[in-house]
C-alpha cells in the first residue's frame, strides 16, 4: 500500500468507506507491558493492592475500551466484536530491579474491516488501569512495547511480527 487511506485525494481526513467489502473473519492480537518496582509486582500478585483486584479489574477495562475504540480513535468504524480476550503474564526485565507485567490482547470479529485498533486500545487502556491502580505506591511505572503482534482476515492477509 503506497497511499495512507484515511486521506482524500485533496488530502482531507476521511472515514474510509468499506461497504462493499466482503465480511470476513478478522483477528488481531497487541501486546505491550508495564515496568514497575519488585515490590508493586508482589502486592499485585498478593491480591492485596487498597483498590482490589488490579488485574482482574485492568482486563475488565481492557475488554471495555476494545468495545469502545470508534468513540476514541475518530475515523475507526463501530464494530460487532465477537471476542476479546485479555491475558497476562509477569515478565523479568533486563533490569535486575526492574519487573513487570506483560499484557496480550486478541480481538475477533466477523465484517468488512480489522480490528488492530480495538487490540492496540485494549492492552494501552488495561495497562493504563493498571498504573492508576498502583500509582500511590509506585509512581515510576512506565509503560513500553505496545504493538500489533498479529493480524489475520481481510484482504491484506496476515501479517505476524518478528
Known sequence: ????????????????DV???????????????IEMRRETLALIESGTAKKGDVLGIAR??????????????????????????????NADLLQAEAVGI????????????GVEME?????QVTLLTIYDMCKAID??????GVRVVEKHGG????????
Open 60 to 89: 475488565i477495562a481492557g475488554i471495555m475500551a476494545a468495545k469502545k475504540t470508534s468513540d476514541l480513535i475518530p475515523l475507526c468504524h463501530p464494530l460487532v466484536l465477537t471476542k476479546v480476550n485479555v491475558d497476562f503474564k
Open 139 to 144: 509512581k515510576s511505572m512506565s509503560i513500553h
Open 19 to 33: 461497504g462493499g467489502k466482503p465480511a470476513t473473519h478478522r483477528v488481531a492480537i497487541a501486546e505491550g507491558r
Open 155 to 162: 484482504r491484506s492477509g496476515s501479517f505476524v511480527a518478528v
Open 119 to 123: 487490540a492496540l486500545t485494549a492492552v
Open 102 to 113: 506483560w499484557c496480550a490482547a486478541r480481538v475477533e470479529t466477523v465484517g468488512p474491516t
Open 1 to 16: 500500500m503506497t497511499t495512507l487511506t484515511h486521506f482524500d485525494v485533496q488530502g482531507q481526513a476521511r472515514m474510509v
